[in-house]
C-alpha cells in the first residue's frame, strides 16, 4: 500500500501496510513497566446487578475498566498542559499526525550519579533536513525498557540546552526512551519541559513530547516518516503509539 506524501515541496513515498511501532503496549501484570510510582495497569471486569463482564466468567461479553496513569505506565503523548496552569490537552493542541523524523541513537554521558543527554551530543547526530520531529533511542538499548521500573532509579534525562537546540532547528515533536526530558528529583524546576514549551512566555502549543518508546535495533538511524497516535484524551497526555515508516528510494 505504497502512497507519496508532498512534504516542504518534497514528494516521498512510504508503504502504509509496513509500520514499525515504537509504543510499548499496557498490560494488566508486573511485567508492565511503571515510573513515578504508580502501581501496574488494571484491568477488570464491571460486575455489577448481576451483569458479569468477563466471558470466561459467564458473560456474554467482556467489559472491563481499565484504570492506568498516562505518564507512568507505558508510551504517552503529553502538551504543554503537562506544566501549564491553563488547562490544555494533549486532544486540542496535537491537530497533525505525520511528520518528517530523523532516528538517531545517543550514549548519555554520566556525570557522578547522573546519565544526561548533552547538547554537544545532540549536534553531532542531528541532520538538518527539515524534520519537524526526532526519535532518540539511547544506548545501551534493550528489551529490559519494555518492562523497566523506573521508580528511584535517577533515569537518562536531556540537558535542556540540547532541547533548545532542537527547537532552534525547528523540532516541535520530541520522543524519547525514557521516562523524562528532566531529571526525575529537580525539585519541580522542570527545565527541558518548560524550555521546550516556551512557558510561560511564548507557549508552542502545537509541540509535544513523547516518552517511554521503544526504537528496536532493527531500526536503523536515519529519516523515517512518523505518525503519532493517540486517544482523543481531553487531558495533559494520552497513551500513544507512535509509527515509522521507511522512505522508499
Request: proline letters at 5%; hydrophobic letters at 35%; one cysteine or more.
Amino acid at each position: 500500500m505504497v502512497t507519496t506524501i508532498q512534504y516542504n515541496e518534497e514528494n516521498y513515498q512510504i508503504d502504509l501496510s509496513k509500520p514499525m511501532d515504537i509504543s510499548i503496549p499496557l498490560k494488566a501484570d508486573k511485567s508492565n513497566l511503571t515510573a513515578w510510582y504508580v502501581d501496574v495497569p488494571k484491568f477488570e471486569p464491571v460486575m455489577e446487578n448481576g451483569f458479569i463482564g468477563d466471558v470466561n466468567q459467564g458473560g456474554a461479553v467482556n467489559f472491563r475498566n481499565i484504570y492506568f496513569n498516562p505518564h507512568g505506565n507505558g508510551t504517552h503523548t503529553e502538551c504543554v498542559g503537562h506544566i501549564s496552569k491553563e488547562k490544555h490537552t494533549i486532544n486540542q493542541c496535537l491537530t497533525e499526525f505525520f511528520f518528517l523524523a530523523n532516528v538517531v541513537s545517543v550514549v548519555p554521558e554520566q556525570n557522578n550519579d547522573d546519565s544526561i543527554i548533552t547538547l554537544e551530543q545532540i549536534k553531532d547526530v542531528w541532520e538538518n533536513n527539515g524534520a519537524k520531529a526526532i526519535v532518540i533511542r539511547t544506548l545501551p538499548n534493550s528489551s529490559a525498557k519494555l518492562s523497566m521500573q523506573y521508580s528511584n532509579t535517577n533515569p537518562t534525562f536531556m540537558d535542556y540546552k540540547a532541547v533548545q537546540f532542537l527547537i532552534d532547528s525547528g523540532v516541535e515533536h520530541l520522543l524519547i526512551d525514557t521516562p523524562s526530558v528532566d531529571r526525575e528529583e529537580d525539585d519541580g524546576v522542570l527545565k527541558a519541559h518548560h524550555t521546550f514549551w516556551e512557558y510561560p512566555n511564548n507557549i508552542q502549543k502545537q509541540r509535544t513530547i513523547t516518552e517511554l518508546i521503544f526504537v528496536p535495533d532493527t531500526i536503523v538511524n536515519g529519516t523515517y516518516f512518523l505518525n503519532i497516535q493517540i486517544a482523543s484524551f481531553e487531558n495533559d497526555a494520552s497513551p500513544s503509539k507512535p509509527l515509522l515508516y521507511k522512505i522508499k528510494a
